[in-house]
C-alpha cells in the first residue's frame, strides 16, 4: 500500500519568505509524485510531477520540489512566498491498481498556506 | 478548452432523495474518477472507470454507483441520499501512462439535509 503524509495541517509565511511544504511517501516501488494546489471553490489544479527525470522539479508559479529517496521526501519549496500563493497544496502518490490499467492517486491530507502581507 | 466538466455547481437534497452528478472530459483520457472531499480528509476515491465500460470500487464506494456512459462521460449516483454524503465531488480524468496526472473539474458541492 502507498500512504502520503504532509506535516502541518495549516503554515503561515510572510509575503516574500521562503515557503516550504512538506511532503512524506511511502512505496514498495518507485513512485510517481505530484503536487497539486487547490484555489477556494475551485479544482485541483497540477502544480508539478516527478516522474524519475530529474530530481530537482520545476512547476508554475515559481514552485519546485526535490526528490530525495533516502528520506522519501518531495518537499514543496518557493523563495518568496506571494499573496496570491493563498490555497491548499496536496501531494499525491501514483500506483498501479493490479489488474485494472488504471493508476490511482493517493493524496495528502492537503496544507492550507496562509500568506501574511 | 474546457477540460473535464461536472453538472451540477451545487445541490441541496433531502435525506433519502436521489440525484446524479454528470462529468464529461473533453481529452479522450481513457481513465476517470469520482472522489469526496471533506475537510482534513484530503481527496477519497469512491469510483474509477479504466476505460470505457468497466469501473471499480475504489476507497469509499459506499451509496453510491456510477456509469461510464461513453469515452467521455462518467456519473455518479446517489440512490437515497444521506446527511453523511455532504461533502464536495470532484470528477477527475487522466491519459494512459502512470506518470501522466490527474485532471479535475471545479467540483459539485452537495448538501443533504
Known amino acids: 500500500a502507498q500512504s502520503v503524509t504532509q506535516l502541518g495541517s495549516h503554515v503561515s509565511v510572510s509575503e516574500g519568505a521562503l515557503v516550504l511544504l512538506r511532503c512524506n511517501y511511502s512505496?514498495?516501488?518507485?513512485?510517481?509524485l505530484f503536487w497539486y494546489v487547490q484555489y477556494p471553490n475551485q479544482g485541483l489544479q497540477l502544480l508539478l510531477k516527478?516522474?524519475?527525470?530529474?530530481?530537482l522539479v520545476k512547476g508554475i508559479n515559481g514552485f519546485e520540489a526535490e526528490f530525495k529517496k533516502s528520506e522519501t521526501s518531495f518537499h514543496l519549496t518557493k523563495p518568496s512566498a506571494h499573496m496570491s500563493d493563498a490555497a491548499e497544496y496536496f501531494c499525491?502518490?501514483?500506483?498501479?491498481?493490479?489488474?485494472?490499467?488504471?493508476?490511482?492517486?493517493?493524496f495528502g491530507k492537503g496544507t492550507k498556506l496562509s500568506v501574511i502581507p | 478548452n474546457a477540460g473535464v466538466t461536472q453538472t451540477p455547481k451545487f445541490q441541496v437534497l433531502k435525506t433519502g432523495q436521489s440525484m446524479t452528478l454528470q462529468c464529461a472530459q473533453d481529452?479522450?483520457?481513457?481513465?476517470m474518477y469520482w472522489y469526496r472531499q471533506d475537510p482534513g480528509m484530503g481527496l477519497r476515491l469512491i469510483y474509477y472507470s479504466a476505460s470505457e465500460g468497466t469501473t471499480d470500487k475504489g476507497e469509499v464506494p459506499n451509496g453510491y454507483n456510477v456509469s461510464r456512459l461513453n469515452k467521455r462521460e462518467f456519473s455518479l449516483r446517489l440512490e437515497s441520499a444521506a446527511p453523511s454524503q455532504t461533502s464536495v465531488y470532484f470528477c477527475a480524468s487522466r491519459g494512459a501512462s502512470a506518470n501522466q496526472p490527474q485532471h479535475f473539474g471545479d467540483g459539485t458541492r452537495l448538501s443533504i439535509l
Open positions: 512505496s514498495s516501488v518507485p513512485p510517481y
Open positions: 481529452m479522450n483520457h481513457n481513465s
Open positions: 499525491a502518490v501514483s500506483r498501479a491498481y493490479s489488474g485494472a490499467g488504471s493508476y490511482q492517486l493517493t
Open positions: 516527478y516522474t524519475s527525470a530529474a530530481t
